[in-house]
Every structure is written in structure tokens, then in C-alpha cells.
């Protein structure tokens, strides 16, 4: 293990003795006996954190060894960019070139945010370079004499869903249209939607179609529920052809003249037992019979179980049959405590009927294939 790794893992543990000796003997006695060997290390978090924590250390001598270090592990404009902020009489005009001269994007427009006094435009000037669409969001909203058209440029030609949405939300001046393209443009359908919901101005139908086209099925359904102006056909159509059962039968039940039928037709297609009874409980002018149907065939007691109890005109012996071949003794109990007058007799005797029935169909096509069989052996 290299030197500098066994200093990083324990820097902690330094600075916890450190300061128990401290508590013991006070801050003189720590810089008498400790400083030497730390500035030593030129380890830039051991030297800030002295600096910080023991009266009478020499603030200059700590403060070279933050500016001159290259232990980039440790993100040595970090504690450049801590030094200035947190040390009083610190050289904060050589620090800020330090952090110029690092090209750190974040940390120089964190020099340019924090620290008073220092030249702003030579920080603004590293971030316009480098291009960075978060940091130019955050140097534009937050810093007094921003030349915001030049990081609007970038955020823009980032395309980045979030900075664009966030730069027009909150940067005075931003052009609305122009980020509203470029989160159309992403097929962000969160910050679509976002974007049509807090945003003056917003090009409704322009982010109408890109969600529709991102294919998200939650952001579709609450565009359709919460945008003024959107086109719920339209949406609802793209829920239609992403034929999730879910948000189909969430699209029915909550966005007003959306198409029950064709959007329970896909609850129906899904062969889903969870959402077609769903859909039967809660939807007005649903196919009930289509969607009973479907929860018979899955053969889930559950489903079937609370069919029998919720839904009016209900096909009570089919429902039953499932309920009883599954031999779930908790389902058959609650089916015959929610249905008491349920005449078990009778169904016992409906249910052999329909196993004759069924065998003796059975033997009637053994016979047609057997004459069928000994015909094509003589042919033979």
C-alpha cells in the first residue's frame, strides 16, 4: 500500500488523537509538539483541518500546503476552495488562481458564490470553457452579473433535460420557448411533464407529442390528468397502444370521456385478473361479462372471490367452481360467509352433470376416431 493511501484511511483517526491531546493539554501544546510533523505529511485535508481546529497554528504555512498540493484523490481544490471560505486570513487571491488554474468547474463557481472579493468573470471564465450545463445553470441563477445568454447557450445545446427545465424555472430573463424545444427534444418525459406543469408559457401540444412519443405511461395518464389544454383522446390513444393494464384501467377510471371500451379491451387482452376485476368494479360501462370471464379462465381463487362479492350480476356457480377446485379452505370459507344463501346442493349436482356431460362427450369423439382409424387400416 502506497504511503498516501495509509495517510487518506487514517486522517480520522489523526485528527481524533489529535484532538483528545487537546482536550488534555489545549491547543498549544498540540501545535508545539504535532504541527511540524503535520505539515510534514503535505497532506492538504490534514493541514485545513488543522488550521481550522487549533488556535495558534501558521495559518501561512498550512495554506501552502493546500495551494501547492497535487493529491487530486483528494480533490485538492476541495480544500483550496475550504481554506478560502473557512480560514480566517487566509490568502484568498491565491487560492482562487489555484482553483482557476485546476479548471474544476464546481469549485470555482462555488469561489465565485462564497468567497468576496476575488475576480468573478476569471471563475466564469473556466465554467463558459468547459461547458458544463449543471454549473452553468447554477453560475447563472445564482451569481449577480452572470452573463447569462453565454450559459443559457450551453444548457441549451446540452440538451439536458433537467438544466434547461431548471434554467428557465428559475433564471430570470431565460428564453422559455428555446428550453421548452430542448426538453421536448430529450423525450425527458418527467421533465416534460414538468415542464408543461410550472413553466408560463410552455408549448403545451409541443410536449404533448414528445411524452406521447416517450411511450411513459405514467406521465402520459398525468398529463392527461393535470395539464390545462392537453389532448386527452390523443393520450389516451398512446395508452391504448402501450397496452399496459394498469394505466389503461387507471386512463378509464380517472381522465372524463376517455374510451372504456377500447381501453378495457386491453385490460381484457392482458389476460391480467387483478386489473379486469378492477376495471369491472370501478368503470362505468364496462363489459363486465368480457372481464368475468377473464378472471374465470386465470383460475385465481382470489379474483374470482371478490368478483362473487363486488360485482352485481356476477356468474356466481362459474365463480365458485374456481373458488372450490383450488382447495384454498380461507377462499371457500369466505365465499360461503359472503354468499349464505349459496345452495352448495345444487352445485355439487350442477357440477357432476357437467362431468358426465364432459366424459361422455369424451367417448362420443373416441368412437368417431376409432371408426375413422379402422376405416383408413382397411383402405390400407
Known amino acids: 500500500m502506497r504511503q498516501v493511501d495509509y495517510i487518506m484511511i487514517n486522517v480520522s483517526s489523526i485528527l481524533e488523537l489529535l484532538d483528545k491531546i487537546k482536550y488534555e493539554y489545549g491547543d498549544k501544546k498540540v501545535v508545539e509538539l504535532y504541527e511540524k510533523r503535520i505539515l510534514e505529511l503535505k497532506d492538504p485535508r490534514l493541514s485545513f ?11 501561512k504555512a498550512h495554506e501552502e500546503v493546500v495551494a501547492n498540493s497535487n493529491n487530486y484523490e483528494y480533490e485538492t481544490y476541495l480544500f483550496q476552495y475550504k481554506f478560502a471560505h473557512e480560514i480566517k486570513g487566509a490568502d484568498i487571491y491565491k487560492l482562487s488562481k489555484k482553483v482557476i488554474e485546476s479548471g474544476n468547474p464546481y469549485y470555482n463557481f462555488l469561489f465565485a458564490k462564497d468567497i468576496k472579493g476575488i475576480d468573478i468573470k476569471a471563475h466564469e471564465e473556466v465554467i463558459l470553457n468547459k461547458k458544463v450545463a449543471d454549473v452553468s445553470l447554477l453560475f447563472a441563477r445564482y451569481i449577480d452579473g452572470a452573463d447569462i445568454k453565454a450559459h443559457e447557450k450551453i444548457v441549451l445545446d446540452s440538451l439536458d433535460a433537467r438544466s434547461n427545465y431548471e434554467f428557465a424555472k428559475y433564471v430570470k430573463g431565460a428564453d422559455i420557448l428555446a428550453h421548452c424545444k430542448a426538453v421536448a427534444k430529450s423525450l425527458n418525459a418527467g421533465f416534460c411533464y414538468e415542464f408543461a406543469h410550472d413553466i408560463k408559457n410552455a408549448d403545451i401540444k409541443m410536449l404533448e407529442e414528445a411524452i406521447i412519443n416517450s411511450n411513459d405511461s405514467y406521465y402520459i395518464l398525468h398529463f392527461a ?9 390523443s393520450l389516451g390513444q398512446a395508452i391504448i397502444k402501450n397496452g399496459d393494464a394498469e394505466f389503461n384501467f387507471k386512463f378509464a377510471k380517472f381522465i372524463k370521456g376517455s374510451n372504456v371500451l377500447a381501453h378495457g379491451q386491453v385490460v381484457i387482452d392482458s389476460g391480467n385478473p387483478e386489473y379486469n376485476y378492477k376495471f369491472a368494479k370501478s368503470i362505468k360501462g364496462a363489459d363486465i361479462k368480457s372481464h368475468e370471464q377473464v378472471v374465470i379462465q386465470s383460475k385465481n381463487p382470489y379474483y374470482c372471490l371478490l368478483f362473487s362479492k363486488n360485482i352485481k350480476g356476477s356468474n356466481i356457480f362459474s365463480l365458485a367452481k374456481v373458488i372450490f377446485e383450488s382447495e384454498n379452505s380461507d377462499m371457500i370459507k369466505s365465499f360461503l360467509d359472503s354468499h349464505p344463501d349459496f345452495d352448495l346442493n345444487s352445485f355439487r349436482e350442477k357440477k357432476e352433470s357437467k362431468t358426465v356431460e364432459k366424459d361422455a362427450n369424451i367417448i362420443k369423439l373416441n368412437k368417431i376416431l376409432y371408426k375413422k382409424e379402422k376405416y383408413f387400416n382397411r383402405k390400407m
Open 49 to 59: 483541518e488543522f488550521a481550522k481546529r487549533y488556535k495558534g497554528a501558521n495559518i
Open 225 to 233: 390528468r393535470n395539464i390545462k389544454g392537453a389532448n386527452k383522446k
